[in-house]
C-alpha cells in the first residue's frame, strides 16, 4: 500500500471512533487527562484489532489465493457501506444516555473498532506491512478521539456523522481500487 492509501485507511477506520468521541465529549465535556485517557484506549484497540483480523486472514490466505482481491473488496466496500449507513440515517430523537467510567469507554472502543479487525482480515489476502498500517491507525486515532472529546461539547454529535460517512466513502473506494489493481483494469 501507498503512504497515502495507509493514511485515508487510517483515517477512515478511525471516523466512528471519532464519531463516537464527539458525542461523548458533547455529553460529559472533558478535560484534557480525560481527552488524552479516551484517546489512548480507542486508539490501542484500534490498531490490535486490525493485526487481530491480518493474523486470521494470514491462516485462510493460502486457501484463497485466486480470489484473495475479491475478499478484500468485500470486506472494505461492506465495512465501508455500513459506515455509510451509519452516516446518513437520521439520528433517533431519544438517544441513550451516554455511560461514565471505564468499563463504557472500553466497551465503546472495542465496539467501534471490529470493523478494523475485518479490514485487517482483507489486508492479510494483499500482503502488506500489517505493523505500519496498525501503528498509522492507532496514532491516527488517538489524535482524532482525543480531538473529538474536546470539541464534543462545542460542535455537538452532528459532525461525527459526517466524519463516518466521508471514512466510509474512503473505504469503498480503497476496496475498488485494490480490486481494479489486481484484476489489471488500472493498466
Known amino acids: 500500500m501507498t503512504p497515502g492509501a495507509v493514511a485515508i485507511l487510517s483515517l477512515s477506520m478511525s471516523t466512528d471512533a471519532f464519531a463516537a468521541s464527539v458525542g461523548r465529549g458533547a455529553a ?3 478535560s484534557l487527562a480525560q481527552a488524552l485517557r ?3 484506549i480507542f486508539g490501542s ?3 490490535a484489532t486490525p493485526v487481530i483480523g491480518w493474523s486470521l486472514g494470514l491462516i485462510a490466505a493460502g486457501v484463497v489465493q485466486q480470489i484473495d482481491h475479491w475478499i478484500a473488496f468485500v470486506l472494505l466496500a461492506g465495512v465501508g457501506a455500513h459506515m455509510v449507513w ?3 440515517r437520521p439520528q433517533r430523537e431519544e438517544q441513550p ?3 461514565r467510567g471505564l468499563m463504557p469507554l472500553i466497551a465503546t472502543a472495542v465496539g467501534t473498532s471490529i470493523d478494523a479487525a475485518a479490514v485487517g482480515v482483507g ?3 494483499i ?6 498500517i496498525a501503528l498509522s491507525i492507532g496514532l491516527t486515532t488517538f489524535t482524532l478521539t482525543t480531538l473529538g472529546m474536546l470539541i464534543g461539547a462545542r460542535v455537538g454529535a452532528r459532525i461525527g456523522k459526517h466524519a463516518e460517512l466521508l471514512g466510509g466513502l474512503a473505504l469503498i473506494g480503497i ?6 489493481e489486481h484484476m489489471g483494469w488500472m493498466a
Do not use: M, S, Y
Open 45 to 47: 484497540i484500534e490498531a
Open 175 to 180: 476496496g475498488a481500487f485494490i480490486l481494479a
Open 123 to 125: 489486508l492479510a489476502f
Open 38 to 40: 479516551a484517546g489512548l
Open 86 to 88: 451509519h452516516g446518513v
Open 127 to 132: 500482503g502488506v506491512n500489517i505493523w505500519i
Open 97 to 99: 444516555p451516554v455511560r
Open 28 to 30: 460529559h465535556r472533558p
